[in-house]
């Protein structure tokens, strides 16, 4: 078992930045890639980006050049740094965590990051 849990949301103007957390514990070891999706009011979830242990990193293209991906694996945390965010980044974002063999997929409660006009 693998718990996530995500902070950093919050409210931010236009423009403004923010840097989301996941902390994982647990089963750690079996976690083969940790992604971040987020979920707009209305909207389905989408994949945002996500980090595999062998380093490979991938963004959604809406958010390439502004978002980074980054892990502390000292401390089990996965970071999201949001920078030049936008109305339409406003969502609950969620981390994930799944191993190599389709037995892991563990979520996060979410936090919420509101993008003011």
């Known amino acids: 078992q693998v718990q996530l849990v995500e902070s950093g949301g919050g409210l931010v103007q236009t423009g403004g930045s923010l840097r989301l957390s996941c902390a994982a514990s647990?089963?750690?070891?079996?976690?083969?890639?940790i992604e971040w999706h987020r979920q707009a009011p209305g909207k389905r979830r989408e994949l945002v980006a996500r980090s595999y242990n062998g380093g490979h990193i991938d963004y959604v293209d809406s958010v390439k050049g502004r978002f980074a991906i980054s892990r502390d694996n000292a401390e089990n945390t996965v970071f999201l740094q949001m920078n030049s965010l936008e109305p339409e980044d406003t969502a609950v974002y969620y981390c994930n965590a799944r191993d190599a063999y389709g037995t892991l997929d563990a979520w996060g409660q979410g936090t919420l990051v509101t993008v003011s006009s």
């Open positions: 647990g089963s750690i070891l079996s976690i083969f890639v």
